[in-house]
């Protein structure tokens, strides 16, 4: 199938238009590009998550914080829209390239270009104090690069076939390999999460789901067995059953978190007015522990318009995955929907105690120039998806 140049209709178009009438053209059809619909909730959460930042940082020594995640919302906003623009068949194009590039920002930070934060070793620093984590990036390549191999049905398939499902296990796994050595079992779990997810929504045989699981819990258990469970991650587990038996020493950042979120009561203490986040109580908290942050100075119902936003931009996922006019579509956006969710899920539940503390970022919110600008593209791509579709 020949591959329509982006745009195309619009400049056949063009030519039989005046100059003024063109301009008008152009200008509706930037405007049509994006998805409002889920762009305007995405666009309001990194709004929040500036204030949020701004009131975590503020007595911070580096005071360029704030300017730096600005500049990672109004990049990640123009990625979004330039990747909204194009049909997802033109995106589909450059997977290859976008795959390799991703597995060699993974590669580098196992080089001596890669440096450790927070113990895992995951960064590539710049200079300058700027930095980037290939592994963000490695997420919206993975979702393009399954989409293509699950979405990609021969002619008189309703469903992947073994031969595509394989495949695409193996596209992950090279990552997932990769972040393992870092190591950063947090993001290890998104990368599962959203293999499982697009092989769901592509259809593919219920044996292979019932294959994934199995493989998932062997895993595990071998990974139990062997040792290479880390001291710090069984105390975690520890904890989270029972946080107050060493409130000062391993329950010590779950402690505090509860104690900042709790409180926050109905309406907050108010913007910039936390007790908690002045006082940095809370570690982390302008990046894995921002919601307690709005938990404290913006209350419950602040939290709840949180949640609310990001319910509806995966409700709009997931309406965008089943119109889609094509199974590539579907795949795309479901591997978008199952990435932000299990991520803003597992942000949420280790800040109010349901689940251990892992280190991933609530998406839009946290800071992280990485974490914003991939999660913006993934907004873009939901939008070049959602503009063609034929199903209603």
Same mark, same amino acid.
């Given at each position: 199938?020949?591959?329509?140049?982006?745009?195309?209709?619009?400049?056949?178009?063009?030519?039989?238009?005046?100059?003024?009438?063109?301009?008008?053209?152009?200008?509706?059809?930037? !405007?049509? !590009?994006?998805?409002?619909?889920?762009?305007?909730?995405?666009?309001?959460?990194? =709004?929040?998550?500036?204030?949020?930042?701004?009131?975590?940082?503020?007595?911070?020594?580096?005071? !360029?914080?704030?300017?730096?995640?600005?500049?990672?919302?109004?990049?990640?906003?123009?990625?979004?829209?330039?990747?909204?623009?194009?049909?997802?068949?033109?995106?589909?194009?450059?997977?290859?390239?976008?795959?390799? /590039?991703?597995?060699? +920002?993974?590669?580098?930070?196992?080089?001596?270009?890669?440096?450790?934060?927070?113990?895992?070793?995951?960064?590539?620093?710049?200079?300058?104090? /700027?930095?980037?984590?290939?592994?963000?990036?490695?997420?919206?390549?993975?979702?393009?690069? /399954?989409?293509?191999?699950?979405?990609?049905?021969?002619? #008189?398939?309703?469903?992947?076939?073994?031969?595509?499902?394989?495949?695409?296990?193996?596209?992950?796994?090279?990552?997932?390999?990769?972040?393992?050595?870092?190591?950063?079992?947090?993001?290890?779990?998104?990368?599962?999460?959203?293999?499982?997810?697009?092989?769901?929504?592509?259809?593919?045989?219920?044996?292979?789901?019932? #294959?994934?699981?199995?493989? #998932?819990?062997?895993?595990?258990?071998?990974?139990?067995?062997?040792?290479?469970?880390?001291?710090?991650?069984?105390?975690?587990?520890?904890?989270?059953?029972?946080?107050?038996?060493?409130?000062?020493?391993?329950?010590?950042?779950?402690?505090?978190?509860?104690?900042?979120?709790? !409180?926050?009561?109905?309406?907050?203490?108010?913007?910039?007015?936390?007790?908690?986040?002045?006082?940095?109580?809370?570690?982390?908290?302008?990046?894995?522990?921002?919601?307690?942050?709005?938990?404290?100075? /913006?209350?419950?119902?602040?939290?709840?318009?949180?949640?609310?936003?990001?319910?509806?931009?995966?409700?709009? +996922?997931?309406?965008?995955?089943?119109?889609?006019?094509?199974?590539?579509?579907?795949?795309?956006? =479901?591997?978008?929907?199952?990435?932000?969710?299990?991520?803003?899920?597992?942000?949420?539940?280790?800040?109010?105690?349901?689940?251990?503390?892992?280190?991933?970022?609530?998406?839009?919110?946290?800071?992280?120039?990485?974490?914003?600008?991939?999660?913006?593209?993934?907004?873009?791509?939901?939008?070049?998806?959602?503009?063609?579709?034929?199903?209603?």
């Amino acid at each position: 199938m020949t591959i329509p140049r982006p745009l195309g209709i619009w400049s056949a178009l063009g030519r039989g238009l005046s100059r003024p009438a063109r301009a008008r053209t152009a200008r509706r059809s930037a !405007s049509a !590009s994006l998805d409002w619909w889920v762009t305007i909730p995405a666009v309001v959460l990194c =709004g929040i998550g500036l204030l949020l930042v701004w009131s975590a940082t503020r007595n911070e020594p580096d005071v !360029s914080l704030l300017s730096r995640q600005l500049f990672s919302v109004c990049l990640g906003s123009v990625l979004m829209w330039l990747v909204s623009r194009h049909d997802p068949r033109v995106l589909r194009a450059y997977v290859p390239v976008l795959y390799l /590039l991703t597995l060699a +920002g993974l590669v580098a930070v196992l080089t001596p270009l890669g440096r450790t934060v927070n113990g895992s070793h995951a960064w590539i620093f710049l200079g300058s104090g /700027l930095q980037f984590q290939p592994s963000e990036f490695a997420k919206v390549a993975l979702i393009l690069a /399954l989409a293509a191999v699950l979405g990609e049905l021969r002619e #008189g398939e309703r469903r992947p076939g073994r031969g595509a499902v394989l495949l695409a296990l193996a596209l992950a796994a090279a990552p997932i390999g990769l972040i393992m050595f870092q190591p950063d079992h947090g993001t290890v779990l998104v990368f599962a999460v959203i293999t499982g997810g697009m092989v769901l929504v592509s259809g593919a045989p219920k044996r292979w789901l019932a #294959g994934l699981a199995a493989a #998932g819990a062997l895993a595990v258990l071998l990974v139990w067995l062997l040792g290479l469970v880390q001291p710090y991650q069984i105390q975690r587990l520890m904890v989270l059953t029972d946080p107050n038996a060493d409130p000062m020493g391993l329950g010590y950042n779950a402690t505090q978190a509860r104690i900042a979120i709790g !409180s926050g009561g109905l309406l907050g203490k108010g913007l910039f007015h936390g007790d908690q986040t002045a006082g940095h109580f809370v570690p982390e908290q302008h990046t894995d522990f921002i919601f307690t942050v709005a938990g404290e100075e /913006l209350g419950f119902l602040g939290c709840a318009f949180i949640v609310l936003l990001m319910l509806s931009v995966l409700w709009r +996922g997931l309406l965008i995955a089943a119109r889609s006019a094509t199974p590539y579509g579907t795949v795309l956006a =479901g591997g978008v929907v199952c990435w932000l969710a299990f991520q803003t899920f597992v942000n949420v539940g280790m800040t109010i105690g349901l689940l251990p503390i892992t280190g991933l970022p609530l998406p839009f919110v946290s800071y992280g120039g990485s974490a914003t600008i991939s999660t913006l593209t993934a907004i873009g791509l939901l939008g070049a998806v959602g503009k063609r579709r034929e199903r209603t």
